[in-house]
């Protein structure tokens, strides 16, 4: 591939940290997204409800697209994505989560998230 080809292409590297307040939510909705989906063929199905009912990770991870965080971008098109979710321990005062100043920031006044990247 020339370099001109090359440069078309962006890997954008996202991490997120989430709390989850409730647990069973996050699984419920999970198990309903595995059903509602027709095109999962039985054996797969049966693993992703097991995966989902033992690991909240892992009913996140099902819930999360990275296709949803492209999709409405002009002039993107989404070539390969891969993503996984675990637990963690967090500590927001451990100086290993300090933001720097391309990091997302909440705004006091409004609630909303921005952030620079």
Do not use: C, K
């Amino acid at each position: 591939m020339s370099t001109e080809e090359t440069s078309r292409f962006v890997r954008l590297r996202v991490e997120v940290v989430v709390e989850v307040d409730d647990a069973n939510a996050v699984t419920a909705e999970a198990l309903r997204r595995i059903a509602g989906d027709a095109e999962l063929p039985a054996d797969e199905r049966a693993h992703a409800e097991s995966a989902v009912t033992e690991d909240t990770a892992e009913a996140l991870a099902y819930l999360v697209d990275p296709f949803d965080l492209v999709s409405g971008v002009p002039g993107v098109e989404l070539q390969q994505a891969s993503w996984s979710s675990e637990q963690i321990d967090y500590d927001p005062d451990s100086p290993d989560w300090d933001l720097d100043e391309d990091d997302v920031v909440e705004d006091d006044d409004d609630d909303r998230v921005s952030g620079t990247g």
